[in-house]
């Protein structure tokens, strides 16, 4: 599976940003996918989650109100809507396809830098 995450960039506290995800080579199997994203220093964190057909949505509490998963199944994207941004969500985000109750990463993330 190649996972092609785009849109990052830098932004001040406040602004909004627009995430792209481009999949390849995803099978039937999988069940969602997903955004993750790792800040300096840190663990890899789950963001966001969207199954395939787009009924089940879910967020980590530190996005949940902010942030909109969704999806393009016609061009096998996803997209991660982030408003209301704030330093603590510099990070590179990782866009990821779940096949069971495992997460497959694909493909460099995409970085975000909130100034303050």
């Known amino acids: 599976v190649q996972l092609q995450a785009s849109g990052g960039g830098l932004v001040q506290a406040g602004g909004s940003l627009r995430l792209t995800c481009a999949a390849s080579?995803?099978?039937?199997?999988?069940?969602?996918m997903g955004w993750f994203r790792q800040a300096p220093g840190k663990e890899r964190e789950f963001v966001a989650y969207?199954?395939?057909?787009?009924?089940?949505?879910s967020y980590s509490d530190a996005v949940k109100g902010r942030f909109t998963v969704s999806r393009d199944n016609n061009k096998n994207t996803i997209y991660l809507q982030m408003n209301s941004l704030n330093p603590e969500d510099t990070a590179i985000y990782y866009c990821?396809?779940?096949?069971?109750?495992?997460?497959?990463?694909g493909g460099q993330g995409t970085l975000v830098t909130v100034s303050s």
């Open positions: 080579g995803v099978t039937g199997s999988a069940r969602a």
């Open positions: 990821s396809v779940k096949y069971g109750s495992n997460w497959i990463f």
């Open positions: 969207i199954n395939l057909t787009a009924t089940r949505k």
